[in-house]
């Protein structure tokens, strides 16, 4: 009997956190719950915990500032009176746990305080710029993941077939380059490309949808070919699979055979990786609206951090937080619905 | 005094029982067999009497010293049995030399060794698997996996054993390479007056090395006994399933 | 992988030549070209790109090449710093994880699976706001917010070494935890290690740039390739080289960290490549037929069901050449014959039945002078009627009934296909074939299973759905290759018993194959022995220990264990000459 040799000595992988179904047979909570269900729970809880996580280390944002944070975020040449009223009004003259009962309290009433700087509600300047940002993402992930999977599936594909070493170098220089250049600079080349040289169109704004193929570009072409690359992957991985060979020794249609048994299982990996690169995403719309002058988030956070205006930083912080928090919540709750192995996951 | 006694020993993992109130014995210089499917907690005994897993109750003692437990006395004692594992590939670090392989094992013994002693030991090791000992400086991907389970048991034998542990060391190899260990276990056995705990899932092979049996499921002894006669006159009916599932050469198998 | 072959890959290279070109530009570029890079020259400021100044000058006429050239030792020297921050912290993070105690442990990976949700670049930036924007602080708020990923990497490395066989047996001779960790977990983690970290520098030289881009790292006087990006993209319309310039060097510089890593790793091209290649059956569509071929007759009578004579098949080795695997095989099966296949590791046994079915991938070349499949020649195109009549008439049964049943399809989906596609059934009436199927072979509740998944069946389960599948054709020929090696014996003869009853009821003729000759004497007619790629002897199963007669047949029998070897006698040993190639070295010491 031939003995299987060892798998190689560990993955490289780094284990992302959205669920990675394992294959365990019943180990649910308790009779009651459906494991499906505990999964969720568990979920959940887990959300929860991230988001304690994150209001403390906000609320902590500003003790951490070695010096005085009211007199960095003003300025050396404001008065101290100026100092003294500022400190009341931002209420940091109070012990510390009471200052944070204060702050959950205001967070829960949608109340983030004033930004230092221009004494206008945080939450209003957020609520004005959430939209744009979230546009921006959503758009740049479905190009990203709508383009990802047919190019992966067709790449892995085409490697099947005999003279497959010129595709596979075209295919993953291809990819690698994409993957290899991070989204601002790819902006930066678009803008010089299609913006200064040819003028098709424009560099800045926001407003008309010109204006936003070239941001969705950047944000979206890297994560792309990372993603393509993962699908190509995986469904090499699926084609070579028994279940596979079962398939075609069935006989059945070449088309039944790709999209009834081969697509199904490249769906937890895409899924697990596309939740990953949105969040990914979230944060290259930081660099993408500074680029491009878009009325994000984004463009309110870069000159927040220079100018240690705290208030919109911690807003800030919460609000990309719950995003992906949100976002990964989905993507799990899209996993346990559509892939029949991950009712049980590692805690 | 018997070489390894295993007396009422029980292990959980979580909440499931894995090992139920197990007793064993095997006799000075003879191989008590112990058989059973998957699932049966075979292996999980082998673990359990190394001290690799806790056992949640139960005793185990190695020539009349308590094994179990905790202690320096424990420790010695527990260091007079020695595994052979299964998968001669995982079995063997990929990256370092046999040699060196060998070599870690030989403080079981509880001696010291000078360098050049441990060079020569470890030679002698070899010889007495019958690879060669020049070889010593290679790495396991440079041998086959018969070799590799001698190395292995090379391996075992540097910590000077009372009781060799060999946990389904046949089940990864062809049929043609499973004598040769087999022969070289009975071998040494012989020549150094080793006791053996041989647990495999495979009924031909462990009634060809064992003077005693005994038979596993779900954690429990089913039935146990001198090899010829357990298997001559079973009284369980366990045991009668898994004589009459072996498929026996020429012969035309009955299935209902 | 020996450092030679790895040098002289082509990431190897491009590894090395980028290392010494940035390595003689962070030492001697600053040195060369501080002068052009920091001398201001207001004349000439803003000028276009020439020969003299390629990138252009800035609006102080300092030549912008030049300065991109000096930046590098700052961007190079702040990555590698952030990048050893983060290695150095995710090793200890990660290690010592590994040695804590289960509900420790427990918490530490949580805080890490928390900590990794969240993009980097929001932890830069929280980290930035707490330290004020500077290299030094920027250095670390990069290196620091790149630990949890270091540290995740670092204890799924160890954790997996150390739950194999070698670390279990070091602990058994009496190892202690340190010695553990310095003499097995870190050899075995060190180039996995080795390749991450190359790879995240080349994250961290990115991020660097970003951070500076956005005013928030380096600072002003001092500039790296980010700030170069800043004052470049202010002058974008006019000489869009001011930006592209320190561009270009950013993404350059990454692409040699990335070849670094690649050609540190141990396994060629991350997997990437080995995957694709390993696909022994790997599935290609079955080609369109040219021309369908006018009525299907199927075989005659007298004549087999299935035959295939002068088998060969070759596949290409890594170095160009090509190895034969099977060396020239014939096999008939007569119609409602039971044939065994029986052979050693590198016997050719599962490749001769692939070879048969006609599943064997494009990786294999294949050679044949005769192949029939029940009138169809095989070695021709096949016509759709063709392919129909396969599906129906030709059945396997895998080894490992987890990955040859579809994970992702419930067992009625996968049961119901051919009935629906080949037979024409509707969903409801290929429903009840299916559900009868099951039942045929002995598993209850069958209408109900119809809608499990596979990892919902046991094992033996799983097998007696895989003969069911079978069954749900009209199936002449069952191949069934080493269809019960992964079960227990007492399970092994139950699905036997089903695949029997399979062949008494359908009349089909079966494929047997297996290295365990005594099951395969038990069950079969008749017998093949291979060895080496071809076949030594055929052998009636009842008689197959007085029939035989070639040397190797007889070894094989002789060594084989059984219930009434003699047990007072060493097992007798396969002579080297004779025994299979593929273990020549094993027998005879």
Redesign the interface.
């Given at each position: 009997m031939t003995a299987t040799p060892p798998p190689a000595v560990a993955d490289m992988a780094g284990a992302p956190t959205a669920a990675l179904a394992v294959r365990a047979e019943g180990r649910a909570r308790g009779p009651q719950l459906s494991p499906r269900a505990a999964f969720l729970l568990r979920r959940i809880g887990r959300l929860l915990v991230s988001l304690v996580v994150v209001v403390v280390a906000s609320f902590f944002l500003v003790h951490l500032v070695p010096g005085d944070p009211v007199r960095a975020a003003l300025g050396i040449q404001a008065s101290p009176e100026l100092v003294a009223a500022t400190r009341t009004e931002l209420g940091l003259d109070k012990p510390i746990p009471v200052q944070f009962l204060d702050y959950v309290t205001n967070l829960l009433r949608g109340d983030f305080g004033d930004s230092i700087r221009t004494g206008r509600p945080v939450a209003e300047t957020i609520g004005q710029r959430f939209p744009a940002t979230v546009t921006l993402g959503v758009l740049s992930f479905l190009v990203a993941l709508l383009a990802a999977v047919p190019i992966g599936i067709g790449a892995a594909v085409a490697l099947q077939r005999p003279g497959r070493k010129l595709a596979d170098a075209l295919i993953s220089g291809t990819l690698g380059m994409l993957i290899a250049v991070p989204g601002f600079l790819l902006a930066v080349g678009l803008i010089a490309l299609f913006a200064v040289q040819l003028r098709w169109l424009p560099a800045a704004g926001w407003g008309s949808p010109q204006d936003a193929v070239l941001p969705i570009l950047a944000l979206a072409l890297g994560p792309l070919a990372y993603l393509a690359r993962i699908v190509q992957v995986e469904m090499s991985g699926v084609l070579g699979a028994t279940y596979m060979t079962t398939a075609r020794a069935k006989r059945l249609p070449g088309r039944l055979v790709y999209l009834r048994h081969a697509l199904p299982n490249i769906i937890t990996a895409s899924l697990t990786v596309s939740g990953l690169l949105l969040s990914g995403m979230i944060a290259g719309t930081v660099l993408i609206e500074t680029i491009f002058a878009i009325p994000g988030m984004g463009g309110v956070m870069v000159p927040a951090v220079g100018a240690k205006d705290y208030p919109i930083v911690q807003g800030l912080v919460i609000v990309y937080a719950l995003i992906i928090l949100g976002v990964n919540l989905i993507v799990d709750l899209i996993l346990v619905t559509v892939d029949p192995r991950s009712s049980i996951t590692e805690g | 005094m018997n070489a390894l006694e295993i007396d009422r020993l029980s292990v959980r993992y979580g909440r499931a029982t894995v090992v139920d109130d197990v007793s064993l014995v095997v006799p000075a210089g003879r191989t008590l067999g112990l058989v059973g499917?998957?699932g049966s907690g075979k292996s999980t005994i082998a673990?359990a009497v190394?001290?690799?897993v806790t056992p949640a109750s139960g005793a185990v003692r190695v020539g009349g010293v308590m094994a179990s437990g905790h202690g320096a006395a424990a420790?010695a004692a527990r260091?007079r049995l020695?595994?052979v594992?299964?998968?001669?590939?995982?079995?063997?670090?990929?990256?370092?030399t046999i040699g060196d392989?060998i070599a870690?094992?030989l403080?079981?013994s509880g001696k010291t060794f000078s360098r050049d002693a441990r060079v020569d030991r470890v030679r002698e090791l070899l010889s007495l698997v019958?690879?060669d000992p020049d070889r010593a400086g290679d790495t396991p991907a440079a041998f086959?996996?018969?070799?590799r389970q001698r190395v292995?048991i090379a391996?075992a034998l540097?910590?000077e054993p009372s009781v060799l542990i060999a946990d389904e060391v046949t089940s990864?190899?062809?049929?043609?390479?499973?004598?040769?260990i087999?022969?070289l276990l009975?071998?040494l056995q012989e020549r150094f007056g080793l006791s053996m705990l041989f647990i495999s899932?495979n009924?031909?092979?462990v009634?060809?090395i064992s003077d005693e049996i005994a038979v596993m499921r779900h954690g429990r002894i089913v039935e146990s006994g001198p090899?010829e006669q357990l298997?001559a006159a079973p009284t369980e009916a366990y045991t009668l399933?898994?004589?009459?599932?072996?498929?026996?050469?020429?012969?035309?198998?009955t299935?209902? | 992988m020996t450092w030679r072959s790895r040098l002289l890959s082509p990431s190897g290279i491009a590894a090395a030549v980028g290392v010494l070109l940035f390595l003689f530009v962070a030492i001697a570029g600053g040195s060369i070209f501080l002068a052009a890079a920091e001398t201001s020259n207001v004349p000439a400021r803003l000028l276009p790109p020439s020969l003299e100044h390629p990138f252009g000058t800035d609006d102080l006429g300092r030549d912008i090449f030049a300065r991109v050239l000096v930046a590098a030792r700052v961007s190079l020297l702040l990555t590698l710093g952030a990048t050893a921050v983060s290695t150095v912290g995710g090793i200890a993070y990660g290690l010592i994880a590994v040695i804590l105690p289960r509900h420790v442990r427990r918490l530490a990976t949580g805080l890490l699976d928390i900590l990794l949700a969240f993009p980097w670049l929001l932890m830069v930036l929280f980290f930035t706001v707490i330290w004020g924007a500077s290299a030094t602080s920027a250095m670390f708020a990069i290196g620091i917010s790149g630990i949890p990923f270091m540290a995740r990497l670092v204890y799924n490395l160890a954790s997996s070494v150390s739950g194999r066989d070698y670390v279990r047996a070091a602990r058994v001779v009496g190892v202690g935890p340190f010695g553990i960790l310095v003499r097995h977990i870190l050899p075995n983690i060190a180039n996995p290690l080795f390749v991450n970290a190359a790879a995240t520098a080349s994250v961290t030289l990115l991020s660097f740039a970003g951070l500076s881009f956005l005013g928030l790292g380096v600072q002003a006087p001092e500039y790296d390739w980010g700030r170069l990006l800043q004052d470049g993209i202010t002058r974008i319309y006019v000489n869009p080289l001011a930006a592209i310039g320190p561009g270009i060097a950013v993404v350059l510089a990454g692409l040699v960290f990335t070849f670094v890593s690649e050609a540190l790793a141990d396994t060629r091209g991350g997997g990437r490549g080995a995957v694709a290649r390993r696909a022994l059956g790997a599935v290609s569509p079955t080609r369109r037929a040219r021309g369908a071929v006018a009525s299907r007759a199927g075989a005659a009578p007298g004549e087999p069901i299935a035959e295939i004579a002068d088998l060969r098949v070759a596949f290409a080795t890594a170095d160009g050449g090509e190895v034969e695997r099977v060396r020239g095989v014939s096999v008939r099966i007569q119609p409602g014959e039971v044939v065994g296949i029986v052979g050693e590791s590198g016997s050719g046994k599962s490749l001769t039945a692939m070879a048969l079915a006609g599943l064997l991938g494009p990786d294999a070349r294949i050679d044949t002078s005769t192949h029939r499949f029940d009138g169809i020649d095989m070695t021709r195109p096949l016509t759709a009627a063709d392919r129909s009549t396969l599906g129906v008439e030709l059945g396997m049964v895998f080894q490992d009934p987890l990955t040859s049943l579809n994970p992702a399809l419930t067992i009625g989906r996968q049961l119901t296909e051919v009935p629906e596609v080949h037979l024409k059934m509707s969903r409801g009436a290929a429903r009840a074939h299916a559900t009868a199927a099951l039942e045929a072979v002995g598993i209850a509740d069958a209408a109900r299973r119809l809608g499990q998944y596979p990892h919902q069946f046991s094992g033996g389960m799983r097998q007696r759905a895989m003969i069911g599948q079978a069954l749900t054709g009209r199936p002449k020929l069952i191949i069934a290759d080493e269809p019960t090696t992964a079960l227990d014996v007492t399970v092994q003869r139950q699905v036997m018993g089903v695949l029997r009853r399979a062949q008494r009821d359908t009349g089909a003729a079966i494929v047997f194959i297996s290295h365990d000759i005594a099951l395969v004497s038990a069950f079969c007619d008749r017998v093949l022995v291979m060895k080496d790629g071809i076949v030594v002897e055929e052998l009636d199963a009842e008689r197959i220990r007085e029939d035989a007669t070639h040397p190797y047949s007889r070894a094989l029998l002789a060594c084989l264990p059984d219930m009434t070897s003699d047990r007072t006698r060493p097992l007798p040993v396969i002579p080297p000459e004779v025994a299979a190639s593929a273990l020549a070295e094993e027998v005879g010491v």
């Open positions: - | 499917e998957s673990a190394v001290g690799l420790r260091r020695q595994l594992f299964q998968d001669p590939f995982s079995a063997l670090d990929p990256r370092m392989s870690e094992a403080r079981a019958h690879l086959s996996g018969g070799q292995t391996r540097a910590g990864a190899l062809d049929v043609s390479v499973q004598g040769a087999l022969n009975r071998e899932h009924l031909a092979v009634r060809y090899t298997l399933d898994l004589l009459d599932a072996v498929p026996v050469l020429g012969v035309r198998m299935t209902e | -």
